[in-house]
């Protein structure tokens, strides 16, 4: 096993199957030593988690947890693409977008869920740049999305 699946075990996780995309892309691209992810949606087993705005029908605390699916999806995209996990050297950037009732302002608290992760599973390699947006609706009315950039060796 590999450094980061063991690590995914001792935080008692495992990698989802790849979702599959609903439009026109796929989930992953490399380009050079760069992979991007497409954004990744809170979805288990092909269907979202939840739906609806941060701030009126998902409580705050729910959507950190759903940024936190969002990015364990990147990471299933992430070793489709290059095969095991142990080749990325770098987490280099999150955007998260988060679908906000328009009183809520907690994009960032959020977008946590994604950053913790990935630093809890790369430990130094996964601080990150990052962006959280705030936006008035995301594909199939999820409540947050995130993508994933990362160096791989």
């Not at 008692?12 to 992953?28: M, R």
């Not at 992979?35 to 739906?51: E, F, H």
């Not at 906000?100 to 430990?123: C, I, K, M, R, T």
């Amino acid at each position: 096993m590999s450094r980061v699946a063991d690590r995914l075990t001792e935080l008692g996780l495992t990698l989802p199957d790849v979702a599959p995309p609903v439009a026109a892309y796929i989930p992953a691209v490399r380009t050079g030593n760069l992979v991007w992810t497409s954004g990744q949606l809170p979805s288990k087993d092909g269907k979202l988690i939840a739906t609806g705005k941060v701030g009126a029908e998902v409580d705050a605390a729910t959507a950190k947890e759903l940024a936190k699916t969002c990015a364990l999806n990147a990471l299933a995209a992430i070793a489709a693409e290059i095969g095991d996990l142990d080749q990325v050297r770098r987490v280099v950037k999150v955007v998260g977008f988060v679908a906000s009732a328009p009183a809520f302002f907690g994009q960032p608290g959020v977008v946590n869920g994604a950053s913790e992760l990935l630093g809890e599973v790369f430990g130094e390699a996964g601080r990150h740049a990052r962006s959280a947006v705030g936006v008035a609706v995301l594909p199939l009315d999820a409540p947050v999305e995130v993508e994933v950039v990362v160096e791989v060796g």
